[in-house]
């Protein structure tokens, strides 16, 4: 008898707290329904709210999950109303409201699902999907409340980027691309054209790249190009992302295409090609691309420098040096030129079998001012340092620590 007092008293406390859980939702809803609210109003009614979204018998509904997610949205809108008339708000607030609003509002959606059952309890199938037929009873309400904010995403997720909060910029970036291109944005007519979401999706790639997560950037960024948006900015991070990942295919591919649609207007894009060309040992290619780069525009010191490289892979030192030359005399303070330039005439100096012959100490002597103010330049430049040393030591003339 004991026993079943026991589980009979257990059902009744059972059955109280469902009901006192229920009666929390009801409760809330008749709350933000009856009047306008402060912004404290809303956040008293979302803390009770959120008791019911943790409890057993409420967590399940979706229509917890909608009250809880509307109540966010109410928060943001508030804050922004105030804003309108002169109050200074808390935009980070703001905007983690309407990303916490977002999320429980899919809750929400996933959970609005109610499977239509025959008289014998079965789901009645649908015989031209095969599919159970279901009903929903909040879906409309959500996706009306989810499109009608549409481009307060995209600019909380600039409020975000501006503070540097990187993760919630990309977050809120991506509810308002994934947002615009759903069908009830073009059910509403809401929806954005390709050219705008992909304007936001380079600042999503961008955010990623400044969170360090490089696979997400370099996803984003692809997803801009291919909306259309093909600015240099995103090249150059496209590219950035991919050396950080150390993806040398994809990196080749991408600044091909950087170099085919801004043509000559930064040789760091022609240096990846090269560099590629040159350890792939295909000249030819690279040759006719540094031809073709020069003929375009004969200023730019970088051109030379690589096809000196070049030349001194195929012909040796003395094909490339006037090629060394130009790229110094076109940008004196080139480090990487000035390097090249020192590293040629010091190699062409050991090539004799007497180091110290007055002809190696001729080269030595031409080639120390490049060499040394490529050090400046570049100080972490080993090779540079290495080779100084080696010429200081031969000739007597300084020692490294002097530099």
């Known amino acids: 008898m004991k026993k079943i007092a ?9 059955g109280i707290s469902a009901m006192a859980q229920n009666r929390l939702v009801t409760e809330v809803k008749k709350e933000i329904s009856e009047m306008t609210l402060t912004v404290d109003n809303y956040k ?14 409420t967590k399940d509904k979706a229509e917890t999950w909608w009250i809880a997610g509307k109540i966010q949205y109410s928060i943001y809108d508030k804050m922004m109303a105030n804003k309108g008339v002169g109050d200074k708000i808390n935009y980070t607030e703001a905007g983690m409201a309407l990303i916490d609003g977002y999320d429980k509002l899919q809750i929400a959606l996933h959970k609005d699902t109610i499977i239509t059952i025959d008289k014998k309890g ?6 031209k999907t095969g599919k159970a037929k279901f009903k929903t009873k909040y879906s409309q309400e959500i996706l009306n409340k989810v499109v009608s904010h549409l481009i307060d995403y995209s600019a909380v997720a600039g409020d975000f980027y501006a503070a540097g909060d990187w993760s919630n910029a990309y977050k809120a970036w991506d509810i308002y691309c994934n947002t615009a291109k759903c069908d009830w944005a073009k059910k509403k007519k809401v929806n954005e054209p390709d050219s705008i979401i992909g304007y936001n999706r380079f600042f999503q790639g961008l955010a990623a790249y400044q969170n360090k997560d490089y696979d997400k950037a370099v996803e984003q960024l692809a997803n801009a190009r291919n909306q259309g948006y093909r600015k240099k900015v995103l090249y150059d991070t496209w590219i950035d992302a991919l050396i950080k990942q150390q993806d040398t295919i994809y990196l080749v591919s991408v600044a091909h295409e950087a170099h085919d649609m801004l043509g000559a207007k930064d040789p760091r894009y022609v240096r990846i090609l090269i560099n590629h060309y040159l350890k792939a040992k295909n000249y030819d290619e690279a040759n006719t691309l540094l031809d073709e780069v020069i003929k375009s525009d004969s200023t730019v010191a970088e051109y030379y420098d690589l096809k000196g490289r070049l030349a001194e892979t ?5 094909a490339a040096l ?22 040629a005439l010091y190699s ?5 079998n007497d180091h110290r012959s007055n002809e190696a100490l001729r080269l030595y002597d031409e080639a120390l001012p490049y060499l040394e103010k490529a050090h400046q330049l570049m100080p972490h430049n080993e090779n540079a340092k290495k080779i100084l040393s080696r010429i200081y030591y031969v000739t007597g003339s300084k020692k490294i620590d002097e530099l």
């Open 44 to 57: 008293s009614s979302l803390k009770k709210i959120n008791k019911a979204l943790e409890n057993d018998e």
């Open 314 to 318: 195929q012909e040796g030192i003395d």
């Open 348 to 352: 062409k100096a050991i090539m004799n």
């Open 322 to 343: 006037p090629f060394y030359r130009k790229a110094v005399e076109l940008k004196p303070d080139f480090g990487m030129a000035l390097f090249d330039l020192g590293n």
């Open 122 to 127: 079965k789901p009645v199938i649908d015989k």
């Open 6 to 14: 026991l589980v009979s008293f257990l059902i009744i406390v059972s």
